[in-house]
């Protein structure tokens, strides 16, 4: 398909798991999406910017069943 410019562009692009950098299909009811917010260090205030990240349900349910903790977005936020 082309956009309005004449450059061919995709017309779905889907979204892929932040922490295994897996593909996140349709019917991926147990993913999640999060925006965290960027905050200015100087001040500690928002700058009205935000990072998104996915994590597959994959992911969540491996958390789940092996006890470890809830929530391998932390993990992928503490990296950056």
């Not at 205030?45 to 990072?51: I, P, V």
């Given at each position: 398909m082309q956009n309005d410019a004449g450059e061919f562009v995709d017309l779905y692009v889907p979204r892929k798991c932040s922490a295994?950098?897996?593909?996140?299909?349709?019917?991926?009811?147990a993913s999640i999406q999060m925006n965290v917010a960027?905050?200015?260090k100087g001040t500690g205030?928002?700058?009205?910017?935000?990072?998104t990240y996915a994590i597959c349900g994959a992911v969540r349910r491996m958390e789940l069943l092996t006890g470890?903790?809830?929530g391998?977005?932390?993990c992928v936020i503490n990296k950056e």
């Open positions: 295994s950098n897996r593909i996140i299909g349709a019917k991926d009811h960027e905050v200015d205030r928002f700058n009205g910017q935000f990072k470890e903790d809830p391998c977005g932390t």
